[in-house]
């Protein structure tokens, strides 16, 4: 059915080039313009940028993922996207969110990538399923911190 | 008789607008010398509605419908040129075909003709139905009139031809509206990829066509094949599936590669044939010589397809010999192709075509029976040894292929032995395993051929327990002068007497090679030196019993 609750998975290299500032105001950017989308076609999620990846989970209905997923695809700031899930999901993970961004603030991601580079998280090496569990957890953190 | 003929008459007549006027189909509009409306037939008046017309200006009337170009209709008249008909686009979208012209009492006749419907049909003959997309004759129209207007201006205009990989997979696997919508989201993709002025088309189930003009080549052609290439990669979530298809890109830029635009959609074509053949998801430029070469391979493709049934085919067999005992303990099978005007084509030629056009099944299930049919009449038991591409594990009906060969011609299971490349356990191993293990249960023998070369790995020693290993000649020759190549050997014959797998050294040529062999603990030798590869009659010969007892 197209309108049951779907979760997908990816995560994509970072094509922006430029500096710390340049990398933080296109997030800011993504992260503005997939909010007001989103919101529009009832779609949750998070995105988190590390390592010069971006990693997002998008949940909501099948159509309305399907057709998200398919405007990021053609977003060419990114590349080398590797779609880890696409499945049906019992609930929302991130009912709130109409796109939260999780993990760090946008300045820190920006600024120190390369150190979280270093300390060897790589959501490259992750699954669909523990990659979803890490956006989860990061965001509840980040709920709390903000509480 | 005109409508203008007739209606010169009636204004003549200064009669009140004669009876067939108001009926016409066509909207008709009479304009007094200020170019004012006097006049509406029915069809004007309901054109207009619900504005009144009369009194009107054209322009003013154009605009209430939401078109503009009032005052261009004049133009004809005002330059004395030949009139022709302005097309007018309403606010619905209706499209007008309007044209004026001066009545010699003065004044204008203005008929109006209806044409959406026409305009609507010749634009769908010009669209893929599916995507929306031109069609295969739409690029061939525009490539004319771009290729025009660049012989013009000197500009360059290149032409992507794009093919999709695997898409045939999907839409077998997941069904044709799966397929369907698939190819809705490529053509999306390719839209957004374009800039103003580029034209996509797609001109075939899986293949599509750009033109890409007034940009700077190669290098524009270069960056957006690069573009297609990844952006079509990326994956797909359609009907809660997740798609992956690839593209592969050829490119033909005018005038360079042709200024005709036949020759530079085959020029296209050509260069995409080449990124094909170097492994898919890439984009190669045309380059002269490709298309002799595509001749070359047309008729050697044509050659190969008959090469079986006008019997060029030949098999010879080369023996293989136990070490120890000197004796004979089996022969290879190998393959000979005989072309009356290409002579002897070596096997490493035309097998990697053959495997590539997809006669190997053929060629493979032939040498399998043909081989099984003459060893079962030697007069000794000996092994006979087949190869088997990787290809022909796809099908799913090897297993029944060889039962079959060994039925048919009554040989003795055990004599049977197949030789496989880690190629054919690269790509769906688990299937590849599944027909082994089927295979070895019957009771025939698999063995490892070119053991050493490629990737070598021992994970496939250990997911299936091959009878033989046969060392790559590579390592065979000179081996007698190089110390490296005797201590590789001497660690494969250790491992396989740990893995209880028997070993032969192919390629020995050599008295010097043979010692080494013989010394690393090889079971069995094969090679020039050994015995060359010798038609089936000769092998009868070599098997008599008077023969047997010389060997090497």
Known sequence: MPDDLYRLVYYSRNTITGDATALAAAITSILAKSQVNNQRVGVTGALMFNSGCFAQVLEGSRSAVEDVFERIQQDDRHGDVSLLAFDPAPARAFENWSMGFVGASIDDAARYGALVQDSGFDPARMTGESLFETLRKLAIEEEYAAA | ?552
């Open chain 2, 1 to 552: 008789m005109t409508i203008v003929g007739s209606l010169k008459d009636v204004v003549r007549a200064r009669q009140p607008r004669i009876s067939a006027l108001p009926e016409m189909a066509a909207a008709v509009l009479i304009l007094d010398e200020d170019r004012k409306v006097e006049y509406v037939n029915a069809s004007a008046e309901k054109l207009f509605m619900p504005v009144d017309p009369i009194g009107c200006t054209l322009s003013a009337l154009f605009a209430s419908c939401g078109a503009t170009g009032g005052d261009e209709v004049f133009v004809a008249v005002d330059t004395s040129a030949e009139p022709a008909p302005m097309r007018l686009r309403l606010s619905d979208d209706r499209l007008l075909d309007c044209t004026l012209r001066s009545l010699s009492s003065g004044g204008f006749v203005v008929s109006m003709d209806d044409v959406t419907t026409y305009v609507r049909n010749a634009e769908l003959a010009e669209r893929d139905a599916l995507t929306g997309l031109a069609n295969r004759k739409a690029l061939r129209d525009r490539l004319v009139e771009r290729l025009a207007s660049a012989a013009r201006t000197g500009d360059a205009t290149a032409v992507l031809y794009v093919d999709l990989d695997r898409f045939k997979a999907v839409n077998d696997t997941l069904g044709h509206p799966l397929g369907d919508a698939l190819l809705r989201k490529v053509a999306e993709r390719f839209k957004s990829a374009l800039r103003d002025g580029d034209v996509v088309a797609r001109i075939g189930g899986d293949e599509f066509a750009v033109i890409q003009s007034n940009a700077p080549q190669p290098a524009a052609a270069t960056a957006l094949a690069t573009r297609l290439v990844d952006l079509i990669s990326r994956a797909y979530a359609i009907d809660g599936h997740m798609l992956h298809i690839g593209a592969s890109v050829g490119v033909a830029i005018a005038p360079d590669d042709g200024y005709e635009p036949d020759v530079l959609l085959k020029n296209a074509d050509l260069a995409l044939y080449r990124a094909k053949a170097e492994g898919r998801g890439c984009h190669r430029f045309f380059e002269p010589g490709m298309d002799e070469r595509m001749q070359a391979r047309r008729s050697m493709e044509i050659d190969l397809r008959r090469a079986l049934a006008l019997k060029q085919l030949e098999l010879v067999y080369q023996p293989q010999f136990d070490l120890a005992s000197s004796d004979i303990i089996g022969f290879e099978a190998l393959i000979r192709w005989h072309h009356p005007t290409r002579g002897l084509v070596p096997p490493e030629e035309f097998i990697p075509f053959a495997e590539e056009i997809g006669v190997i099944s053929a060629i493979g299930e032939w040498v399998l029976r043909t081989a099984c049919k003459q060893a079962a009449a030697w007069p000794k038991p000996v092994a006979i040894a087949v190869n088997l591409s990787a290809l022909q594990f796809r099908g799913g009906k090897l297993a029944e292929t060889v039962i079959s060969a060994l039925a048919q011609s009554q040989l003795p299971v055990q004599r049977l032995e197949l030789e496989i490349t880690e190629g054919a356990l690269l790509n769906n191993t688990d299937d590849v395993l599944n027909v082994l293990n089927r295979l070895r249960e019957l009771g025939v023998a698999v063995s490892m051929d070119d053991f050493g070369t490629g990737y070598s790995s021992l994970g496939y020693l250990q997911k299936f327990s091959f009878n033989k290993i046969k060392i790559d000649q590579c390592f065979i020759r000179d081996i007698d002068t190089h110390a490296d190549r005797q201590a590789i050997l001497r660690a494969v014959t250790s491992l396989a007497v740990a893995l209880r797998m028997k070993t032969i050294a192919e390629g020995v040529e050599t008295e010097a090679e043979l010692a080494c062999i013989r010394a690393a603990g090889c079971d069995e030798v094969q090679g020039y030196l050994t015995g060359r590869p010798m038609p089936g009659g000769a092998v009868m010969a070599l098997l008599e019993p008077a023969c047997s007892a010389e060997n090497f």
